[in-house]
Nanobody, 124 residues
């Protein structure tokens, strides 16, 4: 059984920073492409960032490019999302996801396993 557990969410003022973590249990972490998604109230879940198995390649949505950084530690079986210069529009529940395929995907349907989410609230 695969389990993804996010942590690090909270309330922060606009312009501030947060670092999200996602611990993966129950599978070979280094076999998975990993992604971060988010879902704001009344909106569909959307792609934020993704990273390859080796960590050598990443992708970002245009809305977070230059502000957010995804990284991973294959020894600790964890993936991280460093979020800087946060804006009120970044407020959402953030989800960690794992993908078994060899291709780095950015769509929700491509990911096989999901965490329960962690709330990020940015006050203006």
């Amino acid at each position: 059984q695969v389990q993804l557990v996010e942590s690090g969410g909270g309330l922060v003022q606009a312009g501030g920073s947060l670092r999200l973590s996602c611990a993966v249990r129950g599978r070979t972490f280094s076999d998975s492409q990993m992604g971060w998604f988010r879902q704001a109230p009344g909106k569909e879940r959307e792609f934020v960032a993704a990273i390859t198995r080796s960590g050598t390649s990443t992708r970002y949505s245009d809305s977070v490019k230059g502000r957010f950084t995804i990284s991973r530690d294959n020894v600790k079986k964890a993936v991280f999302l460093q979020m800087n210069s946060l804006k009120s529009e970044d407020t959402a529940v953030y989800y960690c996801a794992a993908d078994n395929s060899p291709v780095l995907h950015t769509t929700v349907r491509s990911y096989d396993y999901w965490g329960q989410g962690t709330q990020v609230t940015v006050s203006s």
